[in-house]
């Protein structure tokens, strides 16, 4: 009796990991390096580099400890902070209702660079996240 039930369980796991292929999907895209631009903040996500958050003041923290930055540091996140709110804000106007409020990709018009090409050289913490650039998300929450 105790050989049926373990091999009913082993079963029965085998089974449910092989049943959630869209969950592994999921997991892969939540892992992928990206910015995040949701109403007051934008995130940048490298696992398993901690989070850098950037603030609408131009402030900037790594893992909830905030950077020091000089004026022109922080008027070039500004300025960056400012240009990802307006291609979030025009993503969602155009994109379709989501009622599970999942996070949209933003394209980014020709012309635009709301990342300045010389932020990895103004500010140095970003040299380790370049490759989450070409991947802007805008969150719906």
């Not at 979030?88 to 409020?101: F, Y």
């Not at 394209?107 to 010389?118: H, L, T």
Request: with cysteine.
């Amino acid at each position: 009796m105790k050989k049926l039930c373990l091999l009913l369980f082993a079963l029965f796991c085998l089974a449910a990991t092989g049943c959630d292929q869209e969950y592994r999907n999921h997991r892969a895209e939540r892992g992928k390096p990206k910015i995040t631009v949701s109403d007051g903040m934008v995130t940048v996500r490298r696992a398993p580099a901690p989070n850098i958050i950037v603030l609408p003041n131009g402030h900037m923290k790594i893992d909830e400890i905030e950077i020091p930055l000089d004026a022109g540091q922080q008027a070039l996140l500004q300025q960056m902070f400012g240009q990802l709110q307006v291609l979030r804000q025009n993503t969602l106007t155009d994109a379709p209702p989501d009622p599970d409020k999942r996070a949209i990709k933003i394209q980014v018009p020709p012309g635009m660079q709301p990342i300045p090409p010389d932020l990895v050289t103004r500010i140095p913490e970003f040299k380790a996240y370049t490759e989450t650039f070409d991947n802007l998300m805008a969150d719906r929450r």
